[in-house]
């Protein structure tokens, strides 16, 4: 429940994993995370952008026709440490958070790292919330965003004749 406090000097890390020190720690590897990560490694500090899918963009992969690629270049070109399918699961007092990576390791489960922070950015995204009616979990009930992703990722158009609904 956040009541909590964490040990500084307790062992909060299985092996394989360890514990890392950087600058800045970005969580999201969207547009805004790849722009921070790369503004902050190019002015000489040490980053670590953390994207719990298998690659990079966002929503910018299937939005804005994937042009993510230069922006991974340009982090990757920076310096910028970038793991993905890695997930932050907890931000804790004085910038540490505990991430899981996914690989090797713990079972092949993954590895568990502590990481210390200067800084840390949160550039998850931003959600689409859902209207509430009944049975809106029926099969064919959806979002927009993700029927935008399933038409511009997997080639599949998600009805012929869509009912939209919209607020604000």
Known sequence: AGL????????????????????????GG??????????????GQRVLLVEQRAELGGSSLWRDGGDSVDLVAAARDAGVTIWTGATAFGAYE??????????????DGGSLWAV???????????????????????PGVMLADAALHYLR????????????????
């Open 94 to 107: 004085n910038g540490r958070l505990g991430i899981h990576r996914q690989g090797a390791g713990l079972a």
């Open 30 to 43: 969207g547009r805004s995370g790849l722009l921070a990560a790369t503004k902050a490694a190019t002015s």
């Open 4 to 27: 909590g406090g964490v040990d500084p000097d307790s062992r909060m890390v299985a092996e394989p994993g360890g514990k890392l020190a950087a600058d800045l720690c970005v969580v």
């Open 116 to 138: 210390q922070a200067g800084q840390v950015v949160l550039a998850t995204g931003a959600l689409e919330r859902p209207l509430l009616f009944e049975r809106n979990d029926l």
């Open 153 to 168: 990722r997997r080639g599949v158009l998600c009805g012929a004749r869509p009912v939209i609904a919209t607020n604000n």
